[in-house]
């Protein structure tokens, strides 16, 4: 009895070194929001998660990359609410202007809300890479010139008056039943995958995550794959911010504030280090959809958002914990 405890405790802590805490975490909210509400299994209700969650995942995925290089990326829930203000003024000026040209309207818009969202990860990537600005500061900074910049540009006011095609197909449009930004998230996250593991620029991520002065005496261009990094994740961002435009069907500049916080909660549940160079795009997908998993079930059981606030914090502190615990744990193995 004693000797199949012990095995049970030796596959768990591998389990743990390999996989990190997400995959135990997932079990006990599984479980628990099944027991709370009838409707948490039901496939109606997996896929309104899984509807839900693509947002998060695209930001996530975005953050990873900056986590990877041992930074992080604080600005992205501004880059949403500047794409989606920024892009909801482009399209419906497009659209009064040439009511006939409905599609070329709504291209112009998403261009436009891209670009600017792009725009705030150019200005992260020059002040962390050619100024060695932490990203902290930087990205602290650029969240609080963009938020004003869409703030300004609204009046605080929605952007309303967009084509309903767009909504129709960006925000509520589906294919072989399953909803378009499903399909946009998952042909990314396939790009991001072979782009990361499939070609030699995604090994510069990790290496100058890792230590970027051995990085730099392999030949690999610290500040070329800073710049990269953080208009990756910007352009990621600002994706979202259009997806979820066509979502709410407003452009609105009070977006995506808790995404900084989410986003790297993912990340490091799906056991992305906070000290760079570790971390599976795969995981932080799951990541992703652990969140809006939590969310949806805490939903159900009627939690108040406040305190749904405070799970999601007091998740992130568990996940750091862990984060430590688990390399602690490698160091011991390797040893």
Not at 98 to 117: D, Q, T
Not at 139 to 154: E, H, P, Q, R
């Amino acid at each position: 009895m004693e000797m199949t405890e012990n095995r049970a405790v030796i596959v768990i802590k591998k389990m743990f070194i390999k996989l990190g805490i997400l995959p135990f975490l997932l079990i006990i909210a599984v479980i628990l929001f099944a027991l709370m509400s009838d409707n948490f299994l039901s496939g109606r209700n997996l896929m309104n998660v899984l509807r839900q969650s693509v947002y998060l995942i695209m930001v996530s995925m975005g953050q990873m990359f900056a986590l990877l290089t041992g930074g992080f990326d604080l600005s992205v829930g501004t880059t949403l609410a500047v794409s989606s203000v920024v892009g909801a003024l482009a399209m419906v000026a497009a659209y009064t202007a040439m009511p006939e040209s409905v599609y070329l309207a709504i291209s112009l818009g998403i261009f436009a809300g891209i670009c600017a969202g792009t725009l705030i990860g150019v200005a992260n990537a020059i002040g962390v890479a050619f100024f060695n600005v932490s990203p902290f500061m930087m990205s602290l900074g650029m969240a609080s010139v963009g938020f004003g910049i869409a703030l300004y540009l609204t009046g605080g006011v929605p952007v309303y008056g967009m084509p309903v095609e767009f909504g129709n197909i960006f925000g509520f449009g589906s294919m072989l039943g399953i909803p378009v930004p499903i399909w946009v998230v998952a042909v990314i996250a396939v790009f991001l995958a072979v782009f990361l593991y499939k070609t030699p620029y995604g090994v510069y991520f990790y290496a100058v995550g890792s230590n970027s002065k051995a990085a730099h005496l392999s030949g690999i261009s610290v500040r070329k794959t800073l710049f990269s990094t953080y208009v990756l994740c910007a352009g990621l961002a600002a994706t979202t911010g259009m997806l979820l435009t066509a979502r709410l069907d407003t452009g609105e500049a009070n977006i995506g504030a808790s995404m900084p916080l989410e986003s790297i909660a993912a990340c490091v549940i799906a056991g992305v280090s906070l000290r760079g160079g570790i971390g599976r795009l795969e995981n932080v997908i799951l990541g992703g959809l652990f969140i809006a998993l939590v969310q949806n079930g805490m939903n159900l059981a009627r939690i108040e958002s406040y305190l749904q606030t405070v799970v999601l914090g007091v998740l992130l502190i568990l996940a750091v914990v862990a984060d430590q615990l688990r390399l602690r744990l490698i160091a011991s193995v390797k040893g």
